[in-house]
């Protein structure tokens, strides 16, 4: 076979998808709310169906009650309804959203190389670059559109979807290439049972890997509990290296119970795909709570010993988007509740800070001990902290007599921007946890906490 520019760029747009969303099971979970371990299996039978040459006939016969010159515009159109739906709606028509559009992009790679004739020799290497080229500035495109923080990129702020859009188009128009034979009807060399065969086991060992969390036994709340607070900076260091390892082994060395945790992210490619929470849950072998902000791949988590009872969340309306989620916890030995708040805030006027305090008031519950852990993005001098304490909640640095307790930049902070805060329980110590090499950008703060 060959390949052609257009095949070419149709390779750019194919792995581009793979990335981002459509083989990312991480990422399916959170566009459509269905459980990861559910997902993963779904997504490797949507990715080897294509193999069967049976299904593949399936696939050309269906498209057989539409015109020649109409078939290829009505797979690529599918393709893109399908991200739409997947990216709009939530719950079982999202994910079999993306199933479908997952299947119908393996099916493609069919159709991506031409026929190679004895008198015709192309060669695939300028092909193969342009695939890449393309690969590269989708992903890009899309990264910048999750996070951008350079204006030179504003545009692209919320246009994730677009981005993908336009990869899914440029991988379509390879099934309007003319083919004199239609590649779905081609004769394989192998047995046709032999791809089912291989398809059903690794479907199988998905589902069991995906599911193998082990949580370690909760100590009891009647005993107190330690709350941490930590800005992660997507895996980065303070050196901009990505190190989500350096990460987990300061919040291992937190020793806390509960870690709320900004800045996550969940299958982005600007984290290589890492779901970040459910990782460091692993990791720590905790239950984990996940928010997303941005795109769905960029969020607030909370990670706890105990098993999550409750979690509602809400968006500020800032831009980029930022948010606040609260879980509720239950020790079913003691008998205690305990309500855990993250909350990340975005600086600016003193409207939009009492704004987004009091869309955080209202997530809280008034009857339930409460630990809320913030980045505030501004000093104990901002009115976003001012009308927390002057409230409901203290402040366990002023009750200690821990003074400054600056958090960033994390090598030599000079400002406050992370706090716990807690109401209706009582503090015992305040400290911040450094590891070897700056794992975040902000210093972890982890307070310990005991009932009145």
Request: net charge negative; glycine share 8%; hydrophobic share 50%.
């Amino acid at each position: 076979a060959m390949l052609s520019p257009l095949s070419g760029l149709a390779i750019g747009g194919f792995f581009a998808l793979q990335i981002s969303v459509l083989g990312m099971p991480n990422v399916v979970s959170h566009w459509s709310g269905v459980p990861y371990a559910g997902v993963v299996p779904l997504i490797i039978a949507a990715t080897v169906l294509p193999l069967i040459p049976g299904v593949r006939v399936f696939g050309s016969e269906v498209l057989e009650v539409f015109d020649d010159r109409l078939r290829g515009w009505v797979w690529l159109f599918a393709i893109l309804l399908m991200i739409v739906i997947g990216n709009r709606f939530v719950g079982l028509a999202a994910l079999l959203a993306l199933l479908i559009a997952q299947f119908m992009t393996i099916m493609l790679l069919w159709w991506i190389p031409t026929p190679l004739h004895e008198e015709v020799s192309e060669p695939v290497g300028p092909s193969v670059s342009i695939g890449l080229v393309a690969l590269f500035t989708l992903v890009y495109l899309y990264s910048f559109a999750i996070a951008t923080t350079t204006p030179l990129f504003s545009l692209l702020q919320g246009q994730a979807l677009t981005v993908l859009l336009i990869g899914g188009g440029i991988l379509g128009l390879s099934r309007l290439v003319w083919h004199e034979e239609d590649p779905w009807r081609e004769e394989d060399q192998v047995h046709p049972a032999l791809p089912a065969i291989f398809a059903a086991p690794v479907a199988v060992l998905a589902l069991v890997i995906s599911g193998l969390v082990q949580p370690i036994p909760p100590p009891s709340l009647g005993d107190g509990l330690r709350v941490a607070t930590y800005n992660i900076n997507r895996g980065y260091d303070e050196a901009g290296e990505f190190s989500l390892e350096a990460a987990a082994r300061t919040i291992e060395a937190s020793l806390a119970d509960v870690v709320i945790l900004q800045e996550v992210d969940a299958g982005s490619p600007l984290s290589y795909g890492i779901d970040e929470a459910e990782y460091l849950a692993r990791r720590m072998g905790m239950y984990y709570a996940y928010m997303p902000t941005q795109e769905f791949v960029e969020g607030i988590a909370i990670l706890s010993r105990w098993p999550i009872a409750d979690q509602k969340s809400l968006l500020y309306p800032t831009d980029p988007p930022l948010g606040t989620l609260r879980i509720r916890i239950f020790d079913p030995n003691s008998g205690r509740s305990l309500d855990a708040v993250g909350s990340q805030m975005q600086a600016g006027s003193d409207e939009l800070r009492l704004q987004q305090t009091a869309l955080l008031f209202s997530i809280v519950d008034q009857n339930i001990p409460t630990v809320l852990a913030a980045d505030l993005g501004a000093g104990p001098l901002d009115p976003a902290y001012q009308q927390l304490t002057s409230t409901s909640f203290v402040d366990p640095d002023v009750v200690l007599g821990v003074e400054r307790g600056f958090t960033t930049p994390a090598s030599e902070p000079t400002v406050r921007y992370d706090y716990v805060l807690l109401r209706g329980l009582i503090p015992e110590e305040s400290r911040q946890v450094r590891s070897d090499r700056e794992a975040s950008d902000h210093r972890l703060v982890v307070v310990s906490v005991r009932w009145p």
